[in-house]
């Protein structure tokens, strides 16, 4: 159950990241878009899986999918911090 909802959000933090790059990449302004944009994103996500985990589950789920959903955000940005400007511009 615990690695099932891991996968699930790890797969929407991964798709929502595709969305919001495709969406602001090449645009003015674009790389601070995708980064607050991801954020923002990552906060919704982590107040969306602890109510519904507190609610749904009565187990201690919560923090261990926080800590995934952390993880995963954290590596996104540092990718996209590392090679997002060369593809900003690239795009442009």
Same mark, same amino acid.
Request: glycine share 6%; hydrophobic share 60%.
């Given at each position: 159950?615990l690695?099932?909802i891991?996968?699930? %959000?790890?797969?929407?933090? +991964?798709?929502?990241?595709? &969305?919001?790059?495709?969406r602001y990449?090449? $645009?003015?302004?674009?790389?601070?878009a995708? !980064? &607050?944009?991801?954020?923002? &994103?990552?906060?919704?996500? +982590? =107040?969306?899986?602890s109510?519904? =985990?507190?609610?749904?589950?009565?187990?201690?789920?919560? !923090?261990?999918? $926080? +800590?995934?959903?952390?993880a !995963?955000?954290? !590596? /996104? +940005?540092?990718? &996209?911090?590392?090679?997002?400007? $060369?593809? %900003? /511009?690239?795009?442009?």
């Amino acid at each position: 159950m615990l690695n099932r909802i891991i996968l699930i %959000n790890a797969v929407i933090s +991964l798709l929502m990241f595709a &969305f919001i790059f495709k969406r602001y990449a090449g $645009q003015s302004g674009g790389d601070l878009a995708i !980064i &607050f944009a991801n954020v923002i &994103f990552g906060v919704l996500q +982590l =107040l969306a899986n602890s109510i519904y =985990l507190r609610i749904k589950t009565k187990s201690n789920y919560t !923090i261990r999918v $926080q +800590l995934a959903i952390l993880a !995963i955000q954290s !590596i /996104e +940005l540092v990718f &996209f911090i590392i090679f997002g400007y $060369q593809v %900003n /511009e690239w795009l442009k």
